[in-house]
C-alpha cells in the first residue's frame, strides 16, 4: 500500500467496512473490491459525466477477475427519483442480478444514493461499494448507509438505511472537477468543524488557499478527517434514533428548504449549505446560544471558500411549509440543529417559527 493512503475503519459489528483514501491508487481498486466480494459479478452505476472513470475501474475490476457492466446514467439532481430507480431495477433484472452481484455506484452524490438504494432494495439487498468522486460524495454522502431519493415535497423523502461493504476514495478524482462542485464540497468540510471539531475549523481557517488549490496532501487529510469524524458518530448512532448523528445535519433543515423552493439544482448541495449553516448560527445567536463571533468566523471562511452566505429572497411561506416536511420535526414542531459553540453543535427542540422568519428577513433586510 502506498504510505500516503489512509484507512478509516467504521466499526459496526458484521456491517463494518473500510474506507481507504488514497491519491493516484488506481490499480488497487480492483485489490480492494476483491478482497470484500464474495461474488464474481459487478455492476457499475455511475453517470456520464464520470464514464471514463467507470471504464478504467472497470478494467480494474476485470483484472481482479471481475465479470463487469456498465450502467451510467444522464446526471443531474433531478435523475434522484422514483423513475430512475425503477430504470436501475429494469437494468439489474435483465441481468439477471443475484444475491452477491457487487454494486458498485461510482460518482457523486446523486449516483452514490440512487444506486445505494436501488441495491438496497433490490433482491431484499445487493453488496454495495461506494467509489465517490466528487468532495461532497466523499466526505459526506458515501460514508454512513444513508441512502435514498428525493420525491417533489421534499428531499431524500424516501430512503433506507443500508451500509456498503467497503468505500474507495481517490482523492485524484477531484483535479477535474469543477470549481463550483469542488467548493460546493467545502461546504459540507466546514459543517464538521462547526460541529464537531473546533481545531479542525482553525485549520480550515488557515489552509484555505492549498484547499482551494486542491493540494493532494491536504485533500487527503481533510477527506479522512471528515470521515473519521462522521464514522465516529455513525458508530454511535447508526440509525439516527438517538440524537447524536443529527448534528450532522447542521445547517440542512435551511438548505433543504432551500433547495426544494429553488428546484432542485438551481443550487448546488453545498451552497445550500452553506447559506442554511449561516442562517442557524444567526438563529443560535438569535436564542442566545452563542456570541456574534461564531457566525462570523462561519461567514468569512465560508466567503473565503467562494460560497454563498445567504439565501436568496424566495417565498418565506414555501420556505416555511418546507421545513415542515423536514424529518427531525416531531409533533408538527421544527427542531434545528445549531451550534453551542465552535466545534459543538445539538439538535434544539421547538424552535419557533417566528424566530425562524425573523432570522430570513434579517438576510433580506439588507439586500
Not at 85 to 109: C, N, Q
Not at 125 to 130: E, N, R, T, V
Not at 330 to 357: C, S
Request: include cysteine; aromatic fraction near 8%; proline fraction near 5%.
Amino acid at each position: 500500500m502506498p504510505l500516503h493512503d489512509q484507512i478509516v475503519h467504521v466499526n459496526l459489528g458484521d456491517r463494518s467496512y473500510d474506507i481507504q483514501v488514497a491519491t493516484d491508487s488506481e490499480s488497487g481498486f480492483g485489490i480492494f473490491a476483491r478482497a470484500r466480494a464474495r461474488g464474481s459479478s459487478t455492476i457499475i452505476i455511475t453517470d456520464d459525466n464520470v464514464r471514463p472513470s467507470a471504464d478504467a475501474a472497470g478494467k480494474n475490476l476485470a483484472a481482479a477477475g471481475f465479470e463487469c457492466r456498465i450502467k451510467s446514467l444522464p446526471p443531474g439532481e433531478s435523475r434522484k427519483c422514483l423513475e430512475t430507480v425503477a430504470e436501475l431495477y429494469d437494468f439489474l433484472a435483465a441481468i439477471p442480478a443475484e444475491r452477491h452481484t457487487l454494486v458498485v455506484a461510482l460518482g457523486g452524490g446523486v449516483v452514490g444514493d440512487l444506486a445505494g438504494f436501488a441495491a438496497s432494495t433490490f433482491a431484499r439487498g445487493l453488496p454495495l461499494l461506494m467509489v465517490p468522486t466528487t468532495l461532497l460524495a466523499m466526505v459526506d454522502s458515501s460514508v454512513g448507509g444513508k441512502v435514498g431519493i428525493n420525491h417533489s415535497s421534499a428531499k431524500n423523502l424516501i430512503g433506507s438505511f443500508y451500509q456498503p461493504i467497503g468505500v474507495w476514495i481517490d482523492t485524484s478524482c477531484l483535479g477535474t472537477l469543477p470549481n463550483r462542485e469542488f467548493c460546493s464540497g467545502l461546504a459540507e468540510v466546514v459543517k464538521y468543524g462547526v460541529s464537531l471539531d473546533a481545531e479542525f475549523f482553525a485549520f480550515l481557517e488557515t489552509h484555505v488557499e492549498p484547499l482551494l488549490k486542491r493540494d493532494p496532501e491536504i485533500l487527503r487529510y481533510v477527506v479522512a478527517r471528515c470521515c473519521r469524524l462522521k464514522a465516529d458518530l455513525v458508530e454511535r448512532d447508526e440509525r439516527d434514533q438517538t440524537g447524536l448523528r443529527a448534528v450532522l445535519n447542521y445547517g440542512h433543515t435551511f438548505a433543504h428548504a432551500f433547495e426544494a423552493v429553488a428546484g432542485y439544482g438551481t443550487w448546488l448541495h453545498g451552497e445550500a449549505v452553506a447559506a442554511g449553516m449561516i442562517c442557524a448560527s444567526r438563529l443560535a445567536e438569535m436564542i442566545g446560544l452563542i456570541p456574534p463571533e461564531v457566525t462570523q468566523r462561519q461567514r468569512t471562511l465560508l466567503g473565503q471558500l467562494k460560497l454563498p452566505v445567504a439565501p436568496e429572497r424566495w417565498p418565506l411561506n414555501m420556505l416555511l411549509e418546507a421545513m415542515r416536511r423536514d424529518k427531525k420535526v416531531v409533533d408538527g414542531k421544527l427542531r434545528f440543529v445549531l451550534p453551542r459553540r465552535l466545534g459543538v453543535a445539538a439538535l434544539v427542540d421547538e424552535v419557533l417559527e417566528h424566530d425562524v422568519q425573523a432570522v430570513l428577513k434579517q438576510f433580506w433586510s439588507v439586500k
